[in-house]
């Protein structure tokens, strides 16, 4: 019962995002401020928090990092089987890509966080540095060779190395070897400013979502919410079973390969010549979707 009050609880903040861009509350400059806070502030400061004084051999595996780039490699594989054929570039890159690339920061390792605690933060928190390696520069690399865009690969690239998330998990895994220790009063703030990283981000997820007016493709759209929800996570759990992983960290890693389509992947298929109309419905639909499926993962696995 508590699972779902926590859902009920995300799912409240992600409608009041909706909500508050309707009303006028949210405008693009100030879901802009929000997205800042949340990227360059409280999931910094939630990753960091979340490996500084975790022992490394807890934290990083060959079992954990291999699992993981195996349930992204069988995915990317189905995904390009399943749309490879599509006649459309704009919709064939924009299914690929939003079939594997998962809101694994915004969502994911707040969520582990919400509801798994520290222990599973840990291990979500190199899920996602595993995540900010592989997703962007995959995505990029597919969204500007399906459709022969114009784009500077050099800065996209760059970008990935200067992430503030990833910065803060090379931190954060540097004072652990290390053993340095961080002093009590900023490890208090640390912990403070993280707790605004869920609420912060479903404000600025609710606020980004839009389901366009146009003519919808359900099969496509259906398929993606089907890989990136349903056999994204499943795979992960058959995966991480075998591997023989301990369990809060398997479910931690099950969590967030269950998240939705980033909502990032619909930024770049509007750069890079992806559908940006099926790229927004996915977003959204994953999105809603992924709420059902996520209770059902903690449900069975917590």
């Known amino acids: 019962m ?4 926590r859902l009920g609880y995300l799912l409240a903040l992600l ?23 949340a990227f360059y502030v409280a999931l910094p400061a939630l990753v960091f928090s979340s490996t500084y004084d975790r022992a490394l051999g807890e934290l990083v595996s060959p079992a954990l990092v291999g699992g993981v780039l195996l349930v992204f490699a069988t995915v990317i594989a189905v995904a390009w089987l399943v749309h490879g054929r599509r006649a ?5 890159s924009v299914a690929v ?10 969502l994911g390792l707040p ?9 599973a933060s840990g291990t979500a928190a190199v899920v996602l540095g595993i995540g900010v390696l592989v997703q962007t520069p995959l995505t990029v ?8 865009a114009d784009a500077a690969v050099a800065d996209e690239l760059r970008g990935v190395v200067t992430n503030p998330v990833l910065l803060a998990l090379v931190a954060g895994l540097a004072v652990s070897t290390a053993d340095l220790g961080v002093p009590t009063v900023a490890a208090t703030g640390l912990g403070a400013v993280s ?11 609710g606020a980004s979502l839009e389901l366009v007016d ?25 995966v991480f079973t075998l591997l023989a992983v301990d369990a809060t960290a398997a479910t931690a890693v099950v969590v967030m390969l269950g998240m939705p389509s980033a909502v990032s992947t619909y930024v770049y298929a509007t750069e890079l010549g992806g559908d940006a109309q099926l790229a927004s419905l996915n977003v959204f639909a994953t999105t809603l979707a992924s709420l059902g499926t996520v209770g059902v993962i903690l449900q069975v696995m917590g």
């Open 2 to 5: 508590e699972v779902y009050a």
């Open 15 to 37: 409608l009041a995002g909706v909500a508050a861009r309707r009303l006028g509350l949210l405008t693009e400059r100030r879901t802009g401020w929000l997205n800042d806070l």
């Open 88 to 92: 459309s570039r704009g919709q064939r």
């Open 97 to 106: 890509v939003q079939s594997y690339h998962s809101n694994l920061g915004f």
């Open 111 to 119: 969520l582990v966080e919400a509801t798994l605690g520290g222990a």
């Open 141 to 148: 690399g597919s969204l500007i060779a399906i459709n022969d």
């Open 195 to 205: 707790e605004l990283a869920l609420p912060v981000a479903l404000l600025c997820v």
């Open 214 to 238: 146009a003519e919808v493709d359900y099969g496509l759209t259906g398929t993606v919410v089907a890989t990136k929800i349903g056999l994204m996570p499943a795979l992960a759990w058959v």
